[in-house]
């Protein structure tokens, strides 16, 4: 097995964002579903959302959920991608929750239910602006919420939920809030009760709890890179005050293979990359660059990698190469020398996915409750 790259997690720091986001939601009477799909449902991860006091654990793909409980990972499990027909066996099997945004596929959990004989809960889903899963007209959600609470016995209606800043990067507002709340009141008044679970989205729903305007009403939240990075609303929205959550609870790691000062203008006439992609290059004359093996099929974007080595930028690469700017480094970099870098969301998703990646864990004791 290949030493690097090599992705380590500080479950120390993983666990004080988890205790960080967890508490705050409390506050505001707000359970959490720790997701886990950024990192493909590592067990080391989920038990310390799990530890850390997340009431559910949550993520898209049922093969994670599947290893995680082989792995002894306690659920409740909420499977937060509207499943496809051919999935509603192992949803059933593996998941207690899902996201349910189609009457046919609601139809045809109750009849997988019924063959299994258990019962499973939904969250319905309402699309209020980013234009990915969920009803638009919100009559026929509603409509939809009564004849599952009415005709499907062994399909619970557990809530509604919406999901913003996904596709259509709709912010999370507390006038949006607001109507996901005021159309859970429209289902409580058709169906004669309340509902347990009105879901407010993702992480970037927790901005309305760091700066307390979440609606009273909204009692859950599905939150995922704010544990696990916790980089998307610091850098990306540019919140400053939100210093309680860490960004260095991974490091990327990977080794130098070559080290040649070399022009910055590739010689020759142009064609396309690797990839089919007609990149712009800076002539910057002769230079100083690193190769390190670590390429596109490893993390995907390699030029969003952020170096904790001052001096150094990423200016390319390849599958299987990543191409450095070493010349204002003030450590001479030499081959077999080890560089770490911090990740964007992509970098995490895509490294945890492979097979190949060595992942070290520092701190596990926090894992334990």
Known sequence: MRQYPQLEFDLALLRSNADAVISRCRG??????????????LPEAARVLRAAGAEELGTSRLEQVAKCRAAGVPGPWLLIRIPGLTELPD??????????????????????CLRQNKTHRVIVMTDLGDLREGFWDKKELVDVCERVERDLPHVQLAGIGVNLTCYGSTKPTPEKMNELVGLARQVEQRIGRKLEIVSGGATSSFTLVHWGTMPAGVNH???????????????????????????????????????KDKPTYPIGEFAIDAFG?????????????????LGRADVGELES???????????????????VDVEDCPRR??????????????????????????????NQSAQEE
């Open 28 to 41: 505001m009477g707000i359970r959490v579903c720790g997701v886990v799909k950024g990192v493909d449902g």
């Open 91 to 112: 949803v059933v099997a593996l998941c207690e929750t899902s996201l349910q945004s189609e009457w046919p596929t609601l139809l045809a959990l109750e009849e997988e």
């Open 221 to 259: 939240l599905r939150i995922g890179e704010a544990i696990l990075l916790g980089k998307d609303l610091q850098v990306d929205w540019g919140i400053r005050d939100m210093d309680y959550l860490r960004m260095d609870a991974l490091t990327l790691r990977a080794e130098v293979v070559e080290v």
């Open 277 to 293: 992609r007609k990149p712009v290059y800076e002539d910057r004359g002769i230079r100083r660059r690193a190769i390190l093996a």
């Open 305 to 323: 990698l952020i170096p904790r080595e001052p001096g150094l930028t990423v200016i390319g690469g390849s599958s299987d190469h990543c191409i």
């Open 333 to 362: 970099l030499q081959v077999g020398d080890i560089v770490e870098f911090s990740l964007c969301y992509s970098h995490m998703l895509y490294a945890t996915a492979r097979s190949d990646m060595r992942i070290i864990f520092k």
